[in-house]
């Protein structure tokens, strides 16, 4: 019997479609902070009373915040950063992760070193971060510890909260054994598979005690 319909068969995306679903990603942690803008101007246009208008206007600023902080992450972890055979500061990887992750719910431990990093390792410790923040939706801590030194450091990160789990097939995507569906969600593993062949390295995921492991190496 043929198995051509299975899941772990589909085909992959050509370079057109995943450019277009990365899009779709960005445009989807986007929608929700420019609309809270739209809102907070839209009662700041109805002349509201005082108490309203700065609801409105602490709307607005919170969410321009968010917004900015989202989209200097997605340009780091999906865009070009820089020209072929660029070099990253995991210093400014760390404050993006930090802006763009630590809300209130989830905090990071950050246990690398500072240093310059080929740009596609830097990409794929932020997307790896994006994975395992997926393990604790009720939030939690993500600790980030180095595998090696260097140019060639590799990474581990822990994810512990309430309830954390393993995402459905989300484990597959990175291994390989399953093709990503045509939606912004299963391609963002996808492409952190595809970062991590690009750097010689297979990405994993699995539960440890209580924790859920992402690790490169």
């Given at each position: 019997?043929?198995?051509?319909?299975?899941?772990?068969?589909?085909?992959?995306?050509?370079?057109?479609?995943?450019?277009?679903?990365?899009?779709?990603?960005?445009?989807?942690?986007?929608?929700?902070?420019?609309?809270?803008?739209?809102?907070?101007?839209?009662?700041?246009?109805?002349?509201?009373?005082?108490?309203?208008?700065?609801?409105?206007?602490?709307?607005?600023?919170?969410?321009?915040?968010?917004?900015?902080?989202?989209?200097?992450?997605?340009?780091?972890?999906?865009?070009?950063?820089?020209?072929?055979?660029?070099?990253?500061?995991?210093?400014?990887?760390?404050?993006?992760?930090?802006?763009?992750?630590?809300?209130?719910?989830?905090?990071?431990?950050?246990?690398?070193?500072?240093?310059?990093?080929?740009?596609?390792?830097?990409?794929?410790?932020?997307?790896?971060?994006?994975?395992?923040?997926?393990?604790?939706?009720?939030?939690?801590?993500?600790?980030?510890?180095?595998?090696?030194?260097?140019?060639?450091?590799?990474?581990?990160?822990?994810?512990?909260?309430?309830?954390?789990?393993?995402?459905?097939?989300?484990?597959?995507?990175?291994?390989?054994?399953?093709?990503?569906?045509?939606?912004?969600?299963?391609?963002?593993?996808?492409?952190?598979?595809?970062?991590?062949?690009?750097?010689?390295?297979?990405?994993t995921l699995?539960?440890?005690?209580?924790?859920?492991?992402?690790s490169a190496?």
């Amino acid at each position: 019997m043929s198995d051509a319909s299975s899941p772990a068969t589909a085909t992959a995306p050509d370079m057109l479609e995943l450019a277009a679903l990365l899009c779709s990603r960005v445009c989807h942690d986007l929608i929700s902070p420019v609309g809270a803008i739209v809102n907070g101007l839209e009662v700041l246009d109805d002349d509201p009373k005082p108490e309203d208008r700065e609801f409105a206007l602490e709307l607005i600023r919170k969410s321009a915040k968010t917004a900015s902080a989202r989209l200097q992450f997605c340009r780091l972890a999906f865009g070009a950063a820089g020209s072929s055979g660029a070099q990253i500061d995991l210093g400014d990887a760390q404050t993006m992760a930090r802006g763009h992750i630590e809300d209130g719910k989830c905090s990071i431990t950050w246990n690398l070193p500072r240093l310059l990093l080929p740009k596609n390792r830097v990409k794929l410790l932020l997307n790896m971060l994006v994975v395992a923040q997926h393990t604790i939706p009720r939030g939690g801590m993500l600790t980030i510890d180095p595998i090696g030194e260097g140019e060639t450091m590799s990474f581990r990160i822990t994810a512990t909260g309430h309830n954390a789990r393993l995402p459905q097939n989300i484990s597959e995507l990175l291994s390989g054994e399953r093709g990503p569906a045509a939606d912004a969600h299963a391609i963002q593993p996808y492409y952190t598979r595809l970062l991590a062949q690009a750097c010689g390295l297979t990405v994993t995921l699995k539960p440890e005690g209580e924790a859920i492991i992402v690790s490169a190496s």
